[in-house]
């Protein structure tokens, strides 16, 4: 079964995998941690091993120069007696207590007047020499194969007339150290397969949710686009990314909304026209017809070819605002005349549904802005156009354009319709929103009109806003800088 498990096993895909890298990172982190722990250790037992060893070297040292001094007794006019036979058991004799709580590993030296007095039994025939080369006022290491394998550790003391030297060999400190670095090559392995273990459970845990955004994510499409991620209440990294991602999904859900609305809405705008075209060429072409009935059929192909083009230049407009693609031409623009010009051309639009014109335009003030011109032409245009399609019949459009202080231009327009909500008004300058009301249901537009007019005034970085009360006066002010300043970018 295992076997089977491991040949289904794709290694080269886990090995590509974050969690495998992760994994990878924990171990070398844990093993490096491991490293540094077990070298600290080893220096730190290495170093105080040696100091200890020093300290009780030079200690005993001193302990056995104190014996001697205080005998007081002259070993250069030693003689034999029935007690001693030799300076050797005299000073031995001295220094027994200095020597009795002493492993008998331990090499004493002494001289006395640069004559050896007395040395330990385990020296045999080897004499102690102080080497040349060592700062002999500390602790210092030498060789000896004959004494030991292991370099030997001497403490040297050098008082009066004695030379006193006690060493000890490093055997026993050398071996502790090697036994705990095979300690450590025994478990290292050990920490490997625990740390990797680890590392694979806890990458594991720590990258199941990203499995789970993954699968769900997956499950979404453009029939399911308006389905969400899970998990979006966590405040942490995965929290973020389930917010961020289900932004993402919103935004895109919004984008897939405006094509739909914006396809059902350009096909209806589209067909009317070219269905208009399509009949009376059919009809041109079915039956003869008389100069003038071939005017008025050509005349009226030509009105609905300029109102196909008029909706796939707003379209190109749109393109173009959406891309910032627009590239402004700034110049000196009269509010006052642009303003009548355009009042003028929407007169007979007006008429055919009984709707008069207001126009207030101070004349009293200096109405001039920067800005381009064709923008701010079609901006009153859209304004102008969409009072006139949602007014009442037999309803005023009121127009105002005047200085409201040194620097800022005012202009509103007002017109009669049915009251809309608060709440939706910011939305009307959504793309292809429509706010749905019984005057008009049966009005052709895609819904764009007043998002034109805000992208067009958000590029000047001009003000507007849009306000409908109760009685149905629906009111739209921009506010502009008579010294606003913009460089063609």
Known sequence: MIKTLLTKFNFEKYFKTTRFKTTIWYVALFLLLELVLATSIYFYLYRTMRSELDLSLTKQAESIYRFVKESKINIQEFVPDSIYSSPDELVYDIIF????????????????????????TNLRDVVIKIPVDKDIQKPFDYNEPELSEYPIRAAYLNKGDYKIIVAF????????????????????PLFLILSFLGGSFLSFKALSRIDKIIKQADEINSYKIDRYLENEEYDDEYGRLVKTLNRMLKRIKNSFDYMNQFTIGASHELKTPLTILRGELELALKHSKTKEQYREIIQSSYEETLRLINIVERLFLI?????????????????????????????????????????????????????????????????LDNAVKFSFPESYIIIVCKKIDNEKILFSISNKSEPIPKE??????????????SV????????????????????HRFQIEINSDPDGNFTVVVIFKSDKKLSAN
């Open 440 to 459: 008009n249901k049966n009005i052709s537009g895609l819904g764009f009109g007043l998002s034109i007019v805000k992208q067009i005034v958000d590029l």
């Open 97 to 120: 207590e200095a020597l009795a709580f002493n492993p008998t590993n331990t090499f004493v030296q002494i001289s006395f007047k640069n004559n050896i007095v007395y040395r330990t």
């Open 319 to 383: 393109s173009k605002l959406d891309n910032s693609l627009i590239k402004l031409n700034i110049s000196n623009i009269d509010l006052s005349k642009l303003i009548s010009h355009i009042v003028n051309d929407f007169k007979i639009i007006a008429e055919e549904k009984k709707v008069k014109f207001i126009l207030d335009l101070s004349p009293q003030d200096d109405l001039f802005i920067m800005a381009d011109s064709e923008l701010i032409r079609q901006m009153f245009i859209n304004l």
């Open 169 to 188: 060999p490093l055997e026993i400190i050398s071996k502790t150290l090697s036994n705990l670095i095979n300690l450590y090559l025994i478990i290292a």
């Open 424 to 437: 939706l008004l910011p939305k009307l300058f959504d793309r292809f929103f429509r706010f749905e009301s």
